[in-house]
């Protein structure tokens, strides 16, 4: 037994962290992937609340900003699959607002209760949800040449009336319409984790980057991989982890229950289903697969944690 | 906090500005002393702040040393006046690397990565009165900050890094050197690697602007060569080439002046954005004045050996004539 470890969950607003946490539960519970929970935890009133949500055909709805780590968490004794009861880890889980984290990134501050758990984490999921209408794309001449304008006034002489006239008449709207681009805020969030993450003796902090709803991709961006879906929506993201190398970082496509409840056939087949078979990640290591092991991206972020004990 | 002060209406106890303006210490009102916390009334603590992440902001020219520390960095000293495109120029090789279309590079990291993206959404600007200083932070939320951007950069080819540091400082900086000799601020450029003088295109190919804009170059490179002796190799940035290509009897006049003053000068046409149609693209010109600015002067001379300005009619866009190396 341990005194425990502690991960946390990062991502903006519907980026998916409380869907996955919940399907961690319950993939955990399974007894049938690589991270096992011996016991139920002692208080899983959180997590059992949103999973009425899934096993009922709905996405969880989005968390609540709390005050402090606590309040929404998933706390949870861990053995790998096969081990004994004594290479168990407590693994904490606070479920964060993507609110919060939003906060943090246009402020650059966080409460002192998160600043504390995510000092005391030795590792971290990192979030992005595939086509999530909370995402927002970097400015570019082609979606947003009438802001661009602001820089360049010779250009903007020549522009649209209509266009011109939006910029002209109301500076400060058009500004206040433009937020962090998704690609920035994970670069921040990923900095954020650099600094405080936990750091042992025994090699780097992990941190998986979890995209969700990969099940939304076509075949053929699904076949290229979690780190080529990066490079191709998120440029400076992807070359912010290849540079990265004070952080042990890998990319998982994960799709917790394999198809999007919107898609009423699916639904339909999701309630016929074992739910345990429904859901898989994808990763590449030297190929791409794709398993139906939910908790395989935790196991890989904790697995030092049990060399540890 | 410091003793109240026996003169009438003065606050310098809690604002620290005496009333007469007086240095503290001389003032024949006040003792000049602190107070002493335990007898005075009892203070409030101030109000605790979240604690912060490291700064993502731009940088002051004294927090340089960390970055520098860390590496070697290829100090850019960006000068030309208001409205010249340094800030567009800025934008646009921010949003090509957004993009992943920097041809022959990719973005790598920042550590002023919030200040960039700010820039680029317009969310800080200049006040109404520019900056007359470096400063880490405004403290006003959409004010734009005097200081250096960084950016690492890799080349595409190799992986090689190469980490920028690029001023992000009012025109007004550039003006006030050569119209006031107001050269103290701009002391950095003679510890940069390369220097931008960035210079609209626009009116250098408008037949009502071009002699006063010529003129206006001529004066940025003479006073330059005159404040800062030791000046590193410089490119001419014409930027608006979406607007036009400068001749190439401007280029001739510009580099022999250049050469006169025995300055290292190469110039490169950018069009940092384009109205829609034109067939020049945004952002033509700006990976070449990027691969133009890596490395130091020695390797400058042997990348780009002295090169005669081309003759006959020569397209300005891509023009970039290299060393006059004297």
Redesign the interface.
């Known amino acids: 037994m341990t005194a425990g470890h502690s991960i946390v969950l990062l991502g903006g607003p519907d980026s998916g962290k409380t869907n996955y946490l919940v399907r961690l539960w319950r993939a955990l519970k399974s007894r049938k992937c690589a991270l096992v929970a011996p016991r139920s935890p002692t208080n899983i009133k959180y997590v059992e609340s949103l999973m009425e949500f899934i096993l009922q055909g709905e996405f969880a709805p989005h968390t609540d900003v709390s005050d402090h780590p606590s309040d929404q968490q998933l706390q949870i004794p861990m053995v790998r699959a096969g081990a004994s009861s004594d290479d168990e880890v407590t693994i904490s889980v606070p479920d964060v607002s993507g609110e919060l984290w939003k906060g943090?990134?246009e402020?650059?501050?966080?409460?002192?209760p998160w600043?504390d758990a995510l000092k005391a984490s030795a590792g971290a999921l990192l979030f992005v949800r595939v086509q999530s209408e909370a995402n927002v794309s970097?400015?570019?001449?082609v979606n947003t040449?009438d802001?661009?304008?602001?820089?360049?006034?010779?250009?903007k002489a020549?522009?649209?009336p209509a266009v011109a006239g939006a910029f002209n008449s109301d500076?400060d709207a058009?500004?206040e319409d433009?937020k962090?681009?998704t690609?920035?805020a994970l670069?921040?969030l990923l900095?954020?984790l650099d600094?405080?993450l936990l750091r042992g003796d025994d090699g780097l902090p992990r941190v998986a980057i979890m995209i969700t709803a990969w099940d939304l991709l076509d075949e053929e961006t699904r076949v290229k991989g979690p780190e080529a879906y990066l490079?191709?929506e998120y440029?400076?993201f992807a070359?912010?982890l290849?540079?990265?190398l004070s952080l042990d970082v890998r990319c998982y496509g994960v799709s917790v229950v394999g198809g999007d409840f919107k898609d009423d056939h699916f639904k339909a087949e999701f309630f016929e289903a074992d739910v345990d078979e429904m859901g898989f990640v994808a990763f590449d290591l030297g190929g791409m697969q794709e398993e139906a092991d939910l908790t395989l991206p935790v196991a890989w972020v904790v697995d030092p944690l049990f060399d540890d004990e | 906090m410091l003793n109240d002060c026996s003169q009438e209406g003065c606050t310098v106890s809690t604002t620290g500005v005496c009333l007469l303006n007086n240095e503290v210490s001389q003032c024949p009102y006040h003792s000049g002393q602190e107070a002493d916390a335990s007898e005075g009334e009892e203070l409030l603590a101030e109000p605790e702040g979240n604690p912060s992440f490291r700064s993502s902001t731009t940088l002051a020219e004294d927090n340089l040393s960390f970055i520098m520390g860390d590496r070697y960095c290829t100090m850019v000293g960006i000068v030309g006046a208001p409205d010249s495109g340094k800030t567009a120029a800025l934008v646009s090789l921010y949003l090509k690397l957004s993009h992943g279309k920097l041809e022959g590079f990719r973005y790598a990291d920042s550590r002023s990565l919030m200040a960039l993206d700010e820039i680029s959404r317009g969310a800080r600007r200049w006040a109404a009165a520019p900056p007359e200083q470096m400063t880490a932070h405004t403290e006003l939320k959409d004010d734009r900050a005097a200081g250096f951007l960084h950016l690492r950069i890799r080349s595409k080819d190799d992986g090689w890094p190469v980490d920028f540091l690029l001023p992000d400082l009012p025109g007004e900086w550039s003006e006030a050197m050569v119209d006031e000799s107001r050269h103290e601020r701009l002391a950095f450029l003679e510890r940069a690697d390369v220097i931008w003088l960035m210079v609209d295109g626009e009116q250098l190919t408008t037949p009502a602007t071009r002699q006063l804009y010529l003129h206006r170059t001529q004066l940025y490179l003479q006073r330059l060569k005159e404040f800062f002796p030791n000046l590193p190799r410089i490119i001419l940035v014409i930027t608006r080439a979406d607007k036009g290509s400068i001749s190439q009897k401007t280029t001739n006049i510009l580099l022999k002046d250049a050469a006169d003053l025995g300055l290292n000068v190469a110039i490169q046409s950018i069009a940092s954005f384009a109205s829609v149609g034109n067939p020049v693209s945004p952002g033509t010109g700006i990976a070449e004045l990027v691969s133009m600015s890596i490395g130091s002067e020695k390797t400058a001379y042997r990348l780009w050996p002295e090169a005669e300005p081309p003759s006959g009619d020569v397209r300005a866009i891509n023009l970039s004539v290299r060393g006059t190396d004297l």
């Not at chain 1, 802001?147 to 250009?155: E, G, K």
């Open positions: 943090a990134i402020r650059g501050d966080v409460a002192k600043m970097s400015l570019d001449w040449p802001w661009l304008m602001h820089l360049a006034p010779a250009v020549d522009a649209d500076d058009v500004n433009l962090v681009p690609q920035v670069c921040e900095r954020f600094e405080t490079e191709a440029p400076l070359g912010r290849i540079d990265c």
